[in-house]
Structure formats: structure tokens, C-alpha cells
């Protein structure tokens, strides 16, 4: 499936800090952290496996050739833009991971309405 940039903040990093190392690391993409739009923050329950979290979903705007990402070995195996409808066809489809789905449909509205910073 389909799956967004992510993972977690490392020891005295901030979010932001975090998701654009995350965001270099897995696409080769270089941002500084005021070029992060910060959408939202969903909290996930703690479970029978792990604790709860945070998940803060930031948006970079920003004309990148498909061509100038640089895939983190191991970690991603492919890329592609996809425009707003696209993503909501794709998530219908089933083939975006669910929690990146559902986080799409929670902030799409609010991503919509902000456009670009």
C-alpha cells in the first residue's frame, strides 16, 4: 500500500525536527523546519502491544521532480504525486495504508481549505 513520509521523533528532537529528518532521509528531500506546514495531531489509544502516541502530520509545499526524489533503500521502494482526488480514489481503492487514509480523510477538509501557506 501506499504510505506517506513518517516516523518517529528520536531523543530531545522535536516533531517538526523530526518529520523533516524523516522526510530527507526517506525521499532526499532537504527542508527547513519553517517550510512545514503543520496540519494536525491525532492521538492513537495505547494498546495490548504499545503505548499511545502522537501523530503530527505536516504538509510541504514545494515543485519537486519525480525524478529528484532519492528512495531510501530498505525503507521506501517507490514515489508518486497524486492531486487531491487522486488520493481519494486511491484511498477508496484500499491501496493508502489505513491510518494514512483516515488521516487524510480527518484533515482533507481543513488541508482544502488552507491550500497553500
Given at each position: 500500500?501506499?504510505?506517506n ?15 523533516v ?20 495531531t ?21 515543485d ?51 491550500g497553500?501557506?
Amino acid at each position: 500500500t501506499w504510505e506517506n513520509s513518517g516516523g518517529a521523533a528520536q531523543m530531545g528532537e522535536s516533531s517538526r525536527q523530526a518529520a523533516v529528518r524523516e522526510l530527507q532521509e526517506e525521499t532526499g528531500i532537504a527542508a527547513a523546519e519553517q517550510e512545514l506546514q503543520y496540519v494536525g495531531t491525532v492521538v492513537r489509544e495505547s494498546g495490548a502491544r504499545s503505548g499511545g502516541s502522537f501523530v503530527d502530520t505536516y504538509l510541504l509545499h514545494r515543485d519537486i521532480a519525480l525524478a529528484d526524489i532519492q528512495l531510501q533503500e530498505g525503507e521506501t521502494v517507490d514515489a508518486r504525486w497524486v492531486t487531491p482526488d487522486e488520493l481519494d480514489a486511491l484511498c477508496l481503492q484500499g491501496v493508502v495504508a489505513r491510518p494514512v487514509a483516515e488521516r487524510w480523510a480527518q484533515f482533507k477538509e481543513k488541508i482544502m481549505k488552507e491550500g497553500r501557506p
